[in-house]
């Protein structure tokens, strides 16, 4: 059965994965991700860390939401079995597929420039440390930037789990007050609470509270704007004022921030930036949503192949990105043209290859 | 011998998941809650998440055979039955298949969930036999309490044989405890089957199978439902 296309849909999906190749390319020229990231470069900016940060709120919030509803919407037209039928094959498979090849290019491309790089990062030089006694300790393996898919079939699980235990026909009211929306961030506090600020990716392969709690949230958000599209409708005239607000929010955020910097040994979020943080990362996802609706409701043929590449290029752009900016390390430019050459290098290099090994093959069925 | 009506069993496995459905993902609910619990890595919530499971996996294949058989008995469906087109052996392969299914849902999703818990986290990789030998356990009473129930209409006898099986999982894990080749290993990051974790791992999987084979012999040589 054919599935009714929602351009503005695929669009932003699109947007939300690409800005996560911006996102991972930014950290590198991040002061704050310094001490824990193994590309951070000795170039840096706080420019990166204000424009990295401020993505991190809504860019996988926005692509929950938006599998939140893709999933509903498949329920809908094919029964549960059927939406099953297909995540199986567009989320589990490729995850199954490229998880080891992703893990093992990211260890031979660490291990290589924690030998060869001549400024290390301070974790590369951890890495080199360990490489030179005779039993370094072994990190447990995580999901990588693969959590998404690894998160989504948990999801799925529970959608069908608590829609079963609670399965119930009333609907919520056909729309929500304004005043809804604006306290609705607060169900996301304890999430945010129980982690450190800014929010790590949950990349361990045990399913953690809080990612499934934040997540969650919008994932759950995403299924019931689906069968009921019209509970946003009070927002939408006020959808610049979210926007406004949330960018006013994020400076008192990164103000915080400077006052209460992340340490290693941190377990939870100071309660001033876990609220702050539920507030910019809902604020901003329903604001894009609106908005996309709004203008990115178009079909271009030069969209369309952004929307069908972005998902290929997402799964595949860390290990690339890993390689291009281990080698830009020692490189004596400033980090925005850095910036630009990994950014510009990584897209080349996924949509080339989606162009070669996805589009044109039997592939597309999975990863197009 | 006749051929097996299979589009009647079909429905009869596919009512008895849709009847049990709910109870199963409130089941899988649990399963996930206890693997959140494990995730935390602090040692109130391992204990506490471990916990959890093996009471879910116990709760599960208790709920599956009461409801699924015990139940029905009382509510006297098999005279519903007798009035479709079908032999006692697709009586039986339905309510066989029914409740493996029912059960194996969340049984296969929190083995797995336990077996990543243990391989992919810092908890040592020694647990995976011993956790395999409690899941096999857990197995081999759900077989045990199924074939009963199939052969046996006494629903106090079912009940003790439920109860008694599960229960054993106590002085089982004592046993476990017992032998050094198994126990001595936990907290080591080798996966070491011991032959002595083997034999009983075997014993476990052979027992099961033949009890629900045993069973499905009895129900073969059944000309009428009584």
Redesign the interface.
């Known amino acids: 059965m054919a599935i009714e296309r929602l351009h503005y849909l695929d669009n932003l999906r699109a947007l939300a994965m690409l800005a996560g190749v911006l996102f991972h390319a930014a950290l590198a020229y991040s002061p704050l991700m310094q001490p824990f990231w193994p590309l951070a470069d000795r170039s840096t900016s706080a420019v990166a860390d204000v424009f990295a940060w401020f993505l991190h709120f809504f860019r996988m919030p926005l692509f929950f939401m938006i599998a939140g509803y893709f999933s509903a919407m498949l329920i809908e037209q094919r029964g549960m079995g059927g939406m099953f039928a297909n995540r199986v094959q567009r989320v589990l498979l490729p995850f199954v597929v490229l998880w080891l090849p992703v893990i093992l290019s990211l260890t031979w491309s660490t291990e290589w420039a924690a030998a060869n790089v001549e400024h290390p990062s301070a974790v590369l030089k951890i890495v080199r440390e360990w490489s030179t006694m005779a039993d370094p300790p072994q990190l447990p393996p995580g999901t990588s930037h693969l959590w998404f898919l690894y998160y989504l079939m948990w999801f799925y699980i529970l959608q069908w789990a608590l829609g079963s235990v609670f399965a119930t026909r009333k609907r919520l009211q056909s729309q929500l007050p304004l005043w809804t929306w604006l306290i609705a961030p607060l169900l996301l506090v304890p999430s945010l609470l129980s982690v450190t600020a800014p929010h790590p990716a949950p990349e361990s392969f045990l399913p953690q509270f809080w990612a499934i709690g934040f997540f969650g949230f919008f994932f759950a958000l995403g299924t019931t704007l689906r069968r009921q599209p019209q509970l946003l409708d009070a927002l939408r005239r006020w959808s610049p004022g979210l926007a406004i607000s949330s960018m006013l929010l994020y400076i008192a955020w990164l103000y915080g921030l400077r006052r209460l910097p992340p340490d290693p040994g941190d377990l939870a979020a100071p309660w001033q930036l876990a609220v702050l943080g539920a507030f910019i990362s809902l604020w901003m996802t329903l604001h894009l949503w609106i908005a996309g609706q709004r203008f990115l409701n178009v079909q271009h043929p030069w969209l369309r192949y952004l929307a069908a590449g972005s998902y290929w290029t997402y799964l595949v752009h860390l290990p690339v990105l890993f390689v291009i900016q281990y080698g830009l390390m020692d490189q004596a430019f400033g980090w925005l043209t850095k910036l630009a050459i990994s950014v510009a290098a990584t897209l080349a290099i996924c949509f080339f290859s989606y162009e070669v090994l996805v589009r044109r093959t039997q592939l597309r069925r999975w990863l197009g | 011998m006749n051929s097996l009506n299979v589009p009647v069993i079909k429905r009869l496995i596919a009512k008895d998941w849709l009847l049990f ?2 109870q ?3 089941y ?2 649990t399963g ?1 809650l206890s ?2 619990l ?4 602090r040692p109130w919530s391992f204990y506490i998440g471990s916990l959890l499971l093996i009471i879910v996996l116990v709760a599960t294949s208790c709920f599956a055979i009461s409801t699924s058989l015990i139940n029905e008995r009382k509510e006297h469906n098999l005279a519903f039955v007798m009035s479709l087109p079908i032999a006692p052996l697709d009586y039986y392969l339905a309510k066989l298949i029914g409740n493996l299914v029912t059960f194996a849902v969340p049984f296969l ?1 929190i083995l797995i969930g336990t077996l ?2 243990i391989l ?3 908890l040592p990789d020694g647990l995976v036999v011993y956790s395999l030998l409690i899941f096999g356990h857990i197995l081999l009473a759900y077989c045990v309490a199924l074939s009963v129930a199939m052969a046996v209409e006494s629903e106090g006898w079912n009940i003790f044989v439920m109860i008694a099986s599960m229960v054993m999982i106590n002085p089982f894990m004592m046993g476990l405890s017992q032998i050094e080749s198994i126990h001595g290993v936990i907290r080591g990051e080798a996966i070491i089957f011991s032959s002595a974790a083997i034999v009983i791992l075997t014993t476990q999987v052979v027992v099961s199978l033949l009890l629900l084979v045993g069973t499905g012999w009895v129900h073969c040589r059944k000309v009428a439902f009584y």
């Not at chain 2, 494990?38 to 890595?41: D, I, Q, R, T």
Request: hydrophobic share 70%.
């Open positions: 459905q709910k199963m993902a409130a899988v609910l996930i693997l959140c494990l995730g935390m890595a999703v990543a818990a992919l986290t810092p």
